[in-house]
């Protein structure tokens, strides 16, 4: 069971590239997020969705783009780097409300 | 909105002793609670939660917490800490039927001396 898999692990971009960062499930889970973990910030939500279709902003969702094709994807899009984007980007899904959420090992992303 | 306050930035503590690390909420009505630990390099895993019922919860790995709705606290416990607790802690809140939008403390890192 490979539970939430976040691919790349690590990444390096120059201000201005776009990419995608990728975030699978294979846990059948409905709601899915991603978060950016900056130090001294705890985690902070960019975009969630509760299931296929479905997606909607969180606290930071500037600079970012969803979408929610199938229930076990959910790839999270930069439009245009900014240094400012320069983290850690976790995916996370979970059954539900009443459950808490299983993360991703993660995305460490530099932008230059 | 919602916030979360851990005001421990960095606890230690010896192995074989207690641990407490707290963690305050402010939030209009009784969210759901959690509690999570991140080793370095990885992800988070979830510890222990809070919905309902019995304000003493337990969780994985020996620890508890106890919510405390006059103190809008949610503190983490453990009786006797061992060298692999070392991690950061982070304490989280959401709204009931919305945990999709959970909002995290800034984390309590913990270094744990043999």
């Given at each position: 069971n490979a539970g939430v898999t976040q691919t790349p692990k690590f990444q390096v971009l120059k201000t201005g590239q776009s990419m995608t960062l990728q975030c699978a499930q294979?846990?059948?889970?409905e709601y899915m997020s991603w978060y950016r973990q900056d130090p001294g910030m705890g985690l902070r939500l960019i975009h969630y969705s509760v299931g296929a279709g479905i997606t909607d902003q969180g606290e930071v969702p500037n600079g970012y783009n969803v979408s929610r094709s199938t229930t076990e994807d959910f790839p999270l899009r930069l439009l245009s780097a900014a240094p400012s984007q320069t983290s850690v980007y976790f995916c996370a899904s979970s059954d539900g409300p009443n459950y808490g959420y299983t993360f991703g090992s993660g995305t460490r992303l530099t932008v230059v | 909105a919602q916030s979360v306050t851990q005001p421990d930035i960095h606890i230690t503590v010896s192995e074989g002793a207690s641990l407490e690390l707290r963690c305050n909420y402010s939030y209009g009505a009784t969210p759901y609670l959690f509690w999570y630990v991140q080793s370095p390099g990885q992800g988070l895993q979830l510890l222990l939660k809070y919905?309902?019922?019995?304000t003493l919860v337990q969780g994985i790995k020996g620890f508890e917490a106890e919510f405390k709705r006059s103190q809008s606290s949610f503190n983490l416990r453990k009786p006797s800490v061992h060298w692999s607790d070392a991690a950061e802690y982070f304490c989280a809140v959401g709204p009931r039927g919305g945990a999709s939008k959970l909002t995290f403390g800034t984390g309590t890192r913990l270094q744990v001396t043999l």
């Open positions: 294979d846990m059948n889970h | 919905f309902s019922g019995d």
